[in-house]
């Protein structure tokens, strides 16, 4: 898929946001939130469902919970606009209240086709029920901080999935926002094992066309050229990986 054609699906899929209906939820929004970013990120970011702010501007992560998100992001150098920011509903709960599980399974399709279309290596999980969709059945508290393979019939072909507080958590409690901000140090760390594992799955199923043997092949999944996990070789602490 090229740029471009990518762009276009993510709108039609925010489209189709817009105008949903499958879940009580459409009832008490202003606006419907579908996500945004860059199309050809390696990274996308998950939250819960649109607060307040959200639900107001149309758009994720827009109010002190997002400050603190974009604050993260930055520790790494990254900026929003360089990942894939949404949410497990794209719809505010009303009061601010957890999404229902019936709720969540009413919105996964949109989830599942905007990872489809992204293909990211590494999504980042933030909060309980964004956790939930990736890794069902872990515990928040032990697993933050920690990647591990994607099931692929969450829509990320073949996707690492980190997993880390919700913003709004450390928002409350200084000991989450410490821990949160240790764990978003090791982000990078976690899309360069991401980016090694797609590697090797490329590897592992060549492209129709490759000749046997060819290790110089270019990847199927992803964009990254193999020349750029050099620096994963090392023990060293690596340089934050960019993305563009
Ligand atoms: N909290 C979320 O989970 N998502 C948002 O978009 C904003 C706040
Ligand atoms: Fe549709 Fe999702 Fe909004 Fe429910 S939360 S109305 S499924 S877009």
Redesign the pocket.
């Known amino acids: 898929m090229t740029s471009a054609e990518r762009q276009a699906a993510l709108e039609a899929i925010a489209a189709e946001v817009k105008s949903c209906t499958r879940c009580r939820l459409h009832a008490g929004r202003i606006k419907a939130?579908p996500g945004e970013g860059h199309p050809d990120t390696e990274v996308v970011f998950v939250?819960?469902?649109?607060?307040q702010?959200?639900d107001r501007a149309g758009?994720?992560?827009?109010?002190r919970?997002?400050d603190l998100?974009v604050r993260m992001l930055g520790t790494v150098g990254w900026k929003r606009d360089e990942v894939f920011?949404?949410?497990?509903v794209k719809c505010r709960p009303p009061d601010n209240r957890d999404p229902e599980p019936d709720e969540i399974e009413a919105c996964r399709p949109y989830l599942e086709r905007q990872l489809a279309v992204i293909d990211p290596a590494l999504i980042v999980t933030?909060?309980r029920?964004?956790m939930g969709r990736f890794i069902p059945g872990a515990k928040i508290s032990q697993i933050h901080g920690t990647t591990r393979p994607v099931d692929p019939s969450t829509g990320a072909s073949s996707a690492m999935v980190f997993a880390m507080y919700?913003?709004?958590a450390a928002l409350r409690s200084s000991d989450v926002e410490r821990q949160s901000f240790e764990d978003a140090a090791a982000i990078p760390v976690a899309l360069l094992d991401a980016r090694r594992r797609r590697a090797e799955l490329a590897r592992a199923v060549p492209a129709p066309a490759t000749p046997p043997g060819d290790t110089n092949a270019p990847l199927t999944a992803g964009s990254m050229p193999a020349a750029s996990l050099e620096s994963t070789t090392t023990n060293a602490a690596p340089e934050a990986p960019t993305l563009f």
């Open positions: 939130v939250g819960e469902g649109p607060g702010n959200e758009r994720p992560f827009v109010g919970a997002g998100l920011i949404t949410n497990v933030l909060g029920h964004s919700h913003p709004a």
